[in-house]
């Protein structure tokens, strides 16, 4: 292993609340007469927690929120894939602007407030700090680089990571996209990376260009993904033997 590349949400940040959040204050800003909107949000929330690991970008979110206010149980990634196709494109295409613009609304008018929604997974930057050195580090995330910047300040761990290494939503639409520019990048063959994210189907985008692929456990992930994990033959991560499984096992 030469190179470690990172999910940023549900690896390096515990940022489900603050996803949570902007999404259901987007959707209710684009569909104000939802339903959902009487809800109790503590109600909302689990529902929220299960369908994440079935989307990728910002559009989901908007997606998970139609499936929950419609009463649906999408049980697995296909029966989430046959939703979102048939939601209106146009839609979900302002909805992903609409969350973009509420993300930035609120860390600009409270910071402090927001950074708070994003806690970061500290065992994990730890191991990070120790090892650092000894490969190169990148990001690979849907989310925006001001986000990424900011949280990785307040997390006091911005200097383990080169700025033109943090592939965001701008870098490409697929984590295969991040990994490819990557590769031009450090001119590395995939072999030589391991990736480290916290949903399945980001890891079975991943695996056919031939990089060590591993499911980080402690992120937005249950049985079903580990199960599905185990049976494609990657690696399950856990924050207690993490630096064995990347590192000393990489080494050998």
């Known amino acids: 292993m030469q190179a470690l590349v990172l999910d940023f949400d549900g690896v390096i940040s515990d940022s489900v609340r ?8 987007s959707y ?29 970008r910002a559009e989901d ?17 296909e029966s989430y894939d046959a939703f979102r196709a048939v939601q209106d494109p146009e839609w979900l295409e302002r909805y992903h602007r609409r ?3 509420v993300r930035t609304e609120m860390a600009g008018s409270d910071p402090g407030g927001w950074l708070k929604l994003m806690r970061p997974y500290a065992p994990f930057l730890d191991l990070l700090r120790r090892r650092a050195g000894s490969v190169v580090y990148a990001i690979a995330t849907s989310k925006d680089l ?81 199960e599905l994990a185990q049976q494609r033959g990657y690696l399950l991560c856990t924050l207690d033997e993490a630096e064995r499984q990347l590192f000393d096992a990489a080494e050998r």
């Open 61 to 77: 979110y908007g997606t998970a929120v139609t499936a929950i206010e419609a009463g649906r149980t999408l049980a697995d990634q």
């Open 146 to 226: 001001q986000s990424v910047e900011a949280s990785l300040a307040a997390y006091g761990v911005s200097d383990l990571f080169s700025r033109n290494l943090i592939m965001d939503k701008e870098a490409g639409a697929s984590k295969t996209a991040h990994l490819q520019r990557l590769r031009e990048l450090l001119g590395l063959d995939y072999p030589a990376m391991t990736f480290v994210d916290d949903k399945v189907n980001h890891l079975d985008a991943v695996a056919p260009l031939g990089a060590r692929c591993a499911l980080a456990t402690w992120g937005y992930n249950g049985s079903r993904e580990h």
């Open 18 to 25: 603050e996803s949570f959040t902007v999404s259901l204050r």
């Open 28 to 56: 209710l800003d684009l569909r104000p007469d939802s339903s959902l909107a009487e809800r109790e949000r503590e109600d909302l929330y689990p529902a929220f927690l299960e369908l994440m690991p079935l989307g990728n």
């Open 99 to 101: 969350f973009y613009e």
